[in-house]
């Protein structure tokens, strides 16, 4: 079972309009509501891929109960830990005259520190029956920089596979309890190297540091160049077919279902970075976010090239 981690989940809901007129009446053309958070984008293509997914995080309010509904077609099983403040919702407007988005994100409601102690009794019995456990995205007010620090803690105590997907301090602190694997960005390895990371070999050499730090697998996304795992086994760099892609959000999210789904069925490096890479590459052909087709995976999977590198 792979177990998933949204902190800060939320409903996603996406406007289409026209054209987005500031101070005036805007009439919305199309609209789609979708359970949404990082974590919860990882939740639905490791089921889509056939693997059992069980989400947990935090909601709240009818909201929350939307949440959780939205997750039941894709046969996510849901576990979170409830309060009754409403889950937030994160609204992005399309207009479709000027081809711009634009994103109203709400903050969301305030977790104390005893409700966060009660998520950890919860999660401890989660971590219990899972293969893997996936972390992802921000953490709500009232959460400092150790939360993603004790739950990768407790994961590691309980001797499982965890994979952290942060940012910025919860990052930072958070591979200090040396999680198995993580993906930074590029802005991500400089903060935590201090290296410039201006080239291939740079980037390499930082990301090699950080697995001196005790992080198994260190994957970098290169964008259209693919992407690069360091691990025990060596320096492994993947590299994807052309493709027309749709909608390149979330796909960051989609790899990390692609690790977690090659961790549990304990795949060797390459098969994992090989199925991570393909469930990227095919949800970026799909328009819904967190969202691919098999067919699709399975066209791209034996195109994908993998490398050694020395």
Request: charged share 25%; net charge negative; glycine share 10%.
């Amino acid at each position: 079972m792979i177990l998933t981690v949204t902190l800060n989940a939320a409903i996603d809901k996406r406007y289409v309009v026209e054209e987005f007129r500031i101070g005036e009446v805007n009439r919305v053309k199309e609209c789609a509501y979708t359970p949404g958070g990082k974590g919860l984008n990882v939740s639905k293509p490791a089921a889509i891929a056939g693997a059992e997914v069980v989400a947990t995080g935090f909601v709240g309010g009818h909201a929350g109960n939307y949440i959780e509904d939205s997750l039941k077609p894709f046969h996510v099983t849901s576990a979170f830990y409830h309060l009754e403040a409403e889950s937030r919702s994160c609204i992005n407007i399309w207009d479709e005259a000027n081809k711009v988005q634009t994103e109203f994100l709400e903050p969301g409601f305030t977790v104390t520190e005893e409700d966060f102690q009660g998520f950890m009794e919860t999660f401890k019995e989660l971590v219990q029956k899972a293969d893997v456990v996936s972390m992802s995205g921000s953490v709500p007010k009232g959460l400092d920089g150790t939360a993603y620090q004790r739950l990768v803690k407790i994961v590691k105590d309980a001797g499982k596979k965890v994979i952290l997907d942060t940012s910025g301090k919860l990052l930072e602190m958070g591979i200090e309890a040396c999680p198995t694997m993580i993906k930074p960005n590029i802005d991500e390895i400089r903060m935590l190297t201090g290296k410039s990371c201006d080239n291939m070999m740079e980037m390499i050499e930082a990301a090699k540091e950080i697995h001196r730090r005790g992080v198994e697998i260190v994957a970098v996304s290169l964008g259209g160049d693919g992407s690069f795992v360091v691990c025990d086994e060596g320096i492994y760099q993947a590299k994807v077919p052309k493709i027309d892609a749709v909608n390149t959000v979330g796909c960051g999210d989609s790899m990390i279902a692609g690790f977690a789904l090659g961790l549990s069925e304990g795949m060797g490096i390459e098969g994992i970075l090989r199925k991570a890479s393909a469930i990227s590459a095919a949800a970026a052909l799909r328009e819904e976010t967190g969202f691919f087709v098999k067919e699709d995976m399975e066209r791209i999977f034996p195109e994908v090239v993998i490398t050694k590198l020395t």
